[in-house]
């Protein structure tokens, strides 16, 4: 099986929680936005909390994630397919009033 890296960076509060900005991920060929997304919160439960509704089960309410430039939402969410090469932005948003 052949593999590929992608370039994760990490902005706002997802970076404050990781303690670092950017990393690569080795994937296998065909992965998706959520392989790299649980690569990513593999061993890093702070992180998937700060970013992560488990309550719905989705990042959408709680950050923004952009593969090349788009945000997954205009593409085919997390399932959306990376390539070598790609880069996945993960902004934490904030909430209030």
């Known amino acids: ?3 590929m890296r992608v370039k ?3 902005l706002g509060v997802a ?3 990781a303690g670092f900005g ?3 991920v080795d994937l296998g ?3 998706t936005v959520a392989e790299v997304l649980e690569t990513l919160f593999d061993g890093r439960g702070k992180l998937r ?3 992560w509704d488990s309550a719905l089960n989705t990042y959408e309410s709680c950050a923004l994630v952009l593969l ?3 945000e997954v939402g205009n593409l085919e969410g997390v399932d959306s397919r990376v390539g070598p090469g790609d ?6 948003v904030a909430h209030g009033g």
């Open 1 to 3: 099986m052949s593999g």
């Open 8 to 10: 994760v960076k990490l």
């Open 15 to 17: 970076k404050d929680t």
């Open 22 to 24: 950017q990393l690569e």
């Open 29 to 31: 060929e065909k992965s």
């Open 49 to 51: 909390e700060a970013v």
């Open 68 to 70: 090349n430039g788009v």
């Open 87 to 92: 880069e996945l932005v993960l902004l934490s």
